[in-house]
């Protein structure tokens, strides 16, 4: 690949690439599917009531007090309605185990009517789950990325009355909310909408990317990256500042500090490298000596130096590691839309970055996932100078210990095992 000039590469970008930005509370939609109206059959609530499979979900909604709501015959409405199995399985997690996935029916009704399942998450997890018009798959694009839908949950609602967190269903490589699978591809109609029953409950996403990258003991080496980037920069440009944004609306590839850390070998080692020969010189030594004693030093002390996060500080790589580099690194990682992996192609297939923001003709990223079932089992990322594609940890079960697919309220984080570079240093 020809280099990129470099100058134009490492520009401010953010501030460009913020345009790219989708705010939640103004999103366009699709019209309704037009579906025939199916007449005098019971509205939401009602038809949930009366399928054995959706009773643990139905005592969801009536702990939520929204059963009213789902029983308006005034408004479409599409409910994403988890079977018993699948709320078992997240009582089950959200309890830490201590309520087997094998327990009694009636000991996870026990559970939701329980103080420890307060109303406040029933009503989160029912208005998530409930998008204010008709949605049928067939009607949905099937191009990258997903298209968002507003539910019903408003997550500030003294910020903005119209504010809301968004959904995403998606008819690519099968049908899907989020990254949950859809189990009843054709709906069932309701007489106030269509419900479609999810193989998991959709959980609503309640921190932001920034409280992941600050708090992870593994993404030490992001977080530094992107306070350096901020550092050459003025606010309201701070990526940490749109990194919680409750408007943002990004997937945020995230290098693991290993991955950092290789790289930063890379590109430390020729300075340290100088350095040594520089200082045995400086004492009177001949080349052949000067050249023994870099090379024999210069791999241990280049990770001695990448070894910590202050590497970024280091006046020894303020050449290689500017501000402006590393801020077109690290908006290279992340992507002006939400992507989940099963809506990534089965082919790599390239999409921009923020940082086409700034360089339009950029390559950007190469994206691609393989599926077994209906289940992303491998899923990949390639820069355009990187010599293979990085790989995604697929561990989509929510935070501390998952790693792809971790869903916030101003987007989704991928691990990964390399650092996307978008030109040779």
């Not at 690439?17 to 999103?27: A, F």
């Not at 968004?166 to 007489?191: E, W």
């Not at 920069?233 to 850390?261: E, M, R, S, W, Y």
């Amino acid at each position: 690949m020809k280099p990129l000039d470099t100058k134009r590469l490492f520009i401010p970008v953010f501030a460009l690439g913020i345009l790219l930005l989708s705010c939640n509370k103004d999103v366009e939609q699709y019209p309704d599917s037009g579906a025939p109206s199916p007449g005098s059959q019971p509205a939401i609530a009602a038809s949930i009531a009366a399928n054995a499979n959706y009773s643990l979900y139905n005592a969801i909604i009536a702990k939520s007090g929204l059963a009213s709501k789902l029983s308006d015959s005034t408004i479409k409405l599409t409910a994403f309605v988890p079977g018993n199995a699948a709320v078992k399985q997240a009582i089950n997690l959200l309890t830490s185990g201590a309520i087997p996935v094998a327990a009694p029916d009636a000991t996870f009704l026990g559970f939701i009517g329980s103080e420890n399942f307060t109303t406040a998450t029933a009503q989160g997890m029912v208005s998530y789950n409930t998008v204010p018009q008709a949605i049928t798959f067939g009607s949905l694009p099937g191009n990258f990325p997903n298209f968002q839908y507003p539910t019903l949950i408003n997550p500030a609602p003294t910020v903005s009355a119209l504010l809301r967190l968004t959904t995403f269903p998606s008819n690519r490589n099968g049908n899907f909310v989020n990254n949950v699978p859809i189990t009843n591809a054709s709906g069932t109609l309701v007489g106030n909408g269509v419900i479609y029953e999810t193989g998991a409950v959709v959980i609503p996403p309640q921190k932001f990317l920034w409280d992941r990258i600050n708090t992870d003991a593994n993404l030490t080496y992001l977080k530094a990256a992107v306070a350096r980037a901020d550092s050459g920069t003025a606010a309201p440009g701070f990526l940490t500042g749109v990194l919680q944004n409750i408007g943002a609306n990004l997937t945020v590839f995230a290098p693991t500090d290993d991955a950092f850390k290789a790289t930063l070998y890379n590109l430390a080692f020729p300075s340290v490298r100088a350095t040594i020969f520089a200082q045995a010189k400086a004492a009177g030594a001949s080349d052949a000596v000067a050249n023994a004693a870099a090379d024999a030093n210069a791999p241990a002390q280049t990770t001695a130096l990448v070894g910590s996060t202050a590497v970024f500080s280091n006046p020894l790589l303020f050449p290689v590691l500017t501000a402006e580099r590393v801020k077109g690194v690290v908006v290279y990682h992340i992507l002006g839309n939400r992507a989940f992996l099963n809506n990534f192609a089965t082919t790599q297939t390239n999409v921009p970055t923020l940082l086409n923001g700034a360089v339009p003709a950029h390559p950007g990223v190469g994206l691609q996932a393989t599926l077994t079932g209906p289940m992303v089992t491998a899923a990949s990322v390639k820069g355009a100078v990187n010599a293979t594609a990085a790989t995604i940890t697929i561990n989509p079960t929510p935070e501390p210990g998952g790693s792809s697919d971790q869903h916030y309220v101003n987007g989704v984080i991928h691990k990964i095992n390399q650092v996307l570079l978008p030109q040779s240093f």
